[in-house]
């Protein structure tokens, strides 16, 4: 899920990131859906890594017999065979095999240099000591439901205005936060970051892993008062699913099964107290995604009802009062300023909510953000600016969890600054790049939270899918640093010979060196790096454009409001842009699938 303050966060402005969400007790090693451990020995892991290897080949050759996707640049990288990848890792059962196949992936979206990872996130965020029982998980997710705080009111911020309120719509961590206040799913992680039912009552699951039924919870309802069944469930499903919805998480229902009219398997019963769905292949993380937003469901009435629905599919939810479904409603809502939850009276496990109102500040100023924490205007605050990341740490209102998830950079690979390239010489060209990067600089001095310098997508801590950690060296995959664990090194010990490398790879893509090992005036380098407003979000500009000018890069920074910024971004409106992603679920996949070419989260544009 992208990460709204991209040097916010780093520069203490991070989001919790729950996959981009995570419990505040749980540790980056546990997976919150844990996933079934299996002894399999190198031999084996090999074996079967050898067997998948063959039948992806077939189907990235099918793939680009059919002429379906192609990149627009000539030195964009082809992408049929990434694509072909995915779907056999979706449908692989066999986990040694499809750890492998995840490897396989890494490898071919690292090996384009369009992805510069920069840090893996942790979280952090300021607590009145008079507020309790908030709580986060690993991808990002806070809770405010079930707070407690003097007079039965809370004061927060988490982000300034929100891009989008419609759960299948939204694709930031701020967003899914909201998402969590006003919404329910069939399922939810509790204080301990542990998957638990919502608003199922409890579920079956076939023998072959394949078939689930849940079983709804009596007397739901919507906030209007209306009936909430599995129907609603149903609708939400095929809507996020269905390609007019434009939802960018729409490939996540990729691991169900589809009609021929290319609708979902899924089916209410018609008293709408159960509701069916059925996969295509075993999917260990298939809870978690009943648990992640895009699959809340919302009111068809309200959704169709809307005005402007014809042209917006979430112009239901643009304004205060919407109908919602979860432990509090929208009431009001001053666009860039404030918003106003409060109790929602039918909601199902009402009487587990103290709290009456949730005040929202919206604002990504963190001066003003941190002065009204400080004043008591605000009693949590999500964003923690440079210059008070020090103050903040000797505080004891200050936490630290972790998260998974990589802050990272990104490069648009159909950008005309790779125009005359070949794709190798597009991408020694961005690699370049990304060896010039003092990552530790960028850390200790603007992220100032103790982060690890990163050298992959799949950050630290992220389960392998049968019971290790995906990034790490073993006799089954061993990365192409190894004693980095990475796909180079970022230490400081390694940054003069990374900046040699960078020249002699710049030399190799046809650009010439004066005797100062500047680029020369005859072959320069000419990039902007696309950024949402923020302090942080600046600083880290100002930090790669630093490291750039070493060799005579020169970058120019250009900032936008958060919303433009998404939809330029999105769009392929840029160089080099300023990224951020949180997990999902606790699964390598979640990383992986979102690079296919029809993903709405495919912001480096492969393929495309």
Request: glycine share 8%.
């Amino acid at each position: 899920m992208k990460k709204k303050y991209l040097a916010f966060l780093l520069a203490a402005s991070m989001v919790v990131g729950t996959l981009a969400g995570c419990g505040s007790s749980t540790s980056t090693t546990e997976s919150s859906a844990a996933a079934e451990t299996t002894v399999e020995s190198a031999a084996e892991s090999t074996a079967a890594a050898e067997s998948t290897e063959a039948s992806t080949e077939a189907a990235t050759e099918e793939a680009a017999a059919s002429g379906e996707h192609g990149p627009s640049s000539e030195a964009a990288p082809a992408w049929e065979d990434y694509d072909a990848r995915i779907d056999q890792i979706r449908a692989e059962t066999d986990l040694a095999a499809r750890e492998a196949l995840m490897h396989e992936a890494e490898d071919e979206l690292m090996s384009t240099w369009a992805i510069m990872p920069l840090y893996y996130y942790n979280d952090v965020y300021m607590q009145s000591q008079d507020v309790d029982n908030i709580y986060a998980n690993l991808y990002g997710y806070k809770y405010f439901a079930f707070a407690t705080a003097p007079g039965n009111t809370l004061s927060l911020q988490i982000a300034s205005e929100p891009d989008k309120l419609d759960p299948a719509l939204n694709s930031t961590v701020d967003g899914a936060c909201l998402a969590i206040l006003a919404f329910s799913g069939l399922y939810t992680y509790d204080e301990n970051g542990q998957l638990v039912p919502d608003l199922a009552e409890s579920v079956e699951e076939s023998d072959d892993a394949m078939t689930y039924t849940f079983t709804m919870k009596d007397g739901l309802m919507w906030s209007d008062g209306t009936p909430l069944t599995a129907a609603d469930v149903e609708y939400s499903w095929q809507r996020l699913a269905n390609p007019d919805t434009g939802a960018d998480y729409s490939y996540l229902a990729d691991v169900i099964a589809k009609n021929d009219d290319g609708t979902l398997q899924v089916e209410a019963s018609e008293d709408g107290k159960t509701f069916t769905v059925q996969l295509t292949a075993p999917c260990p993380y298939f809870l978690d995604l009943c648990a992640f937003p895009a699959f809340y469901p919302v009111p068809q009435a309200a959704v169709e009802g809307a005005d402007g629905y014809a042209d917006n599919p979430g112009a239901w939810c643009t304004e205060a009062g919407f109908v919602s479904s979860g432990p509090f409603v929208c009431t009001g809502w001053t666009h860039n300023e404030s918003m106003t939850y409060e109790k929602n009276p039918n909601y199902y496990n009402a009487d587990a909510v103290t709290l009456e109102r949730i005040d929202f500040m919206l604002s990504d100023d963190d001066t003003a953000v941190w002065n009204a924490f400080m004043d008591g205007s605000l009693q949590f605050i999500d964003s923690i600016g440079t210059d008070n990341m020090e103050t903040a740490k000797g505080m004891p209102e200050y936490h630290n969890i972790p998260t998974l998830g990589t802050y990272y950079a990104g490069f648009n690979v159909n950008s005309p600054i790779f125009d005359g390239k070949t794709v190798q010489q597009a991408a020694d060209m961005r690699k370049a790049m990304n060896l010039l990067v003092d990552r530790q600089y960028i850390v200790d001095t603007i992220a100032q939270a103790d982060q690890e310098i990163a050298n992959t997508f799949i950050p630290t801590g992220m389960s392998d899918g049968h019971g290790g950690e995906f990034r790490a060296n073993d006799d089954a995959y061993t990365y192409p640093d190894e004693a980095a664990v990475g796909y180079f090194d970022p230490s400081p010990e390694a940054y003069d010979a990374n900046v040699e490398e960078a020249r002699t790879l710049l030399e190799g893509a046809g650009y010439e060196f004066d005797e100062n090992g500047m680029l020369s005036a005859d072959t320069p380098i000419n990039l902007t790096y696309l950024t949402n407003e923020g302090t942080g979000n600046v600083a880290i500009g100002e930090a790669l454009q630093q490291d750039f000018a070493v060799i005579g890069i020169n970058l120019t920074i250009e900032t936008r409001e958060w919303s433009v910024f998404l939809n330029e971004r999105k769009d392929g409106q840029f160089d080099f842009a300023r990224e951020g992603w949180i997990a999902d679920y606790n699964d390598p996949i979640n990383m992986l699938e979102m690079w296919t070419t029809n993903s709405g989260n495919n912001d480096m544009q492969f393929g495309r």
